[in-house]
């Protein structure tokens, strides 16, 4: 299965960095993972509504001009369904029985992700109440999806 996460926004310390590259390394025994990241914008000290929306809308042009018309997109979202590491193991077994042509993950910037990408999304992903740095979510989210292919390989793993 081939499996691209999109985070919005650079990852730029090293240690972030090197947690996202320890787990594509893991990964690549069960997935074909491919790791993007699209610029965020810079927000304003005092932003107004309209102000948002242009930066939610800038960014999800970026991420959209790495979407295929046969992706499953899964946004995490904080409006979105926290799961169990095995619900979500479950999750995953489905979308990759679904017959996408590869599943998307997308991590939002500062201000989350635009309607538009909401909208399109099959799975809305909330790693639970915690606000998380955007830097630590990748890696909660590689590590999650990790998890999940050892449960379905049938291996085991600490639950």
């Not at 991420?63 to 979500?88: C, I, K, N, T, Y």
Request: charged fraction near 25%.
């Amino acid at each position: 299965m081939q499996v691209l996460l999109i985070g919005v926004g650079k990852l730029r310390e090293r240690f972030w960095r090197e947690a996202v590259a320890e787990y594509a390394k893991r990964l690549s025994a069960y997935i074909r993972l491919e790791l993007a990241e699209v610029a965020d914008e810079p927000l304003p000290a005092s932003l107004s509504a309209a102000q948002a929306e242009q930066v939610l809308s800038k960014e999800a042009e970026r991420v959209e001009r790495l979407l295929r018309a046969r992706d499953g997109l899964v946004v995490l979202d904080r409006q979105g369904r926290a799961w169990s590491s095995v619900e979500w193991s479950q999750q995953f077994a489905k979308l990759q029985a679904a017959g996408f042509g590869r599943v998307v993950l997308v991590i939002g910037g500062s201000l989350g992700l635009h309607d538009r990408l909401l909208q399109r999304a099959v799975l809305r992903w909330s790693l639970g109440p915690c606000t998380f740095p955007h830097a630590l979510a990748r890696v909660v989210v590689l590590e999650q999806v990790y998890r999940a292919c050892r449960l379905l390989a049938g291996e085991p793993y600490h639950l």
